[in-house]
């Protein structure tokens, strides 16, 4: 049963990481994108939602 949590919290743990890690690059482009135009950092309506269908489309491909 201990062996059940653990593969789980380890699972859970590298999910978490990897998350955090590719959210922390996409900012970043984000951000150097918008030096490299001069211009604040900003997310239209119409980028936002084609981000979140490519994660939802990435979560597809992992969960199958």
Known sequence: M???RSWKSHTLLIGA???ALTGLGVAFALVQRAEQ???RVSLSSGEGIRLGMGIL???RLVGT
Do not use: C, H, P, S
């Open 2 to 4: 201990e062996e059940d």
């Open 57 to 59: 489309g990435l979560l």
């Open 37 to 39: 135009e001069g211009e």
């Open 17 to 19: 990481v990897i998350g």
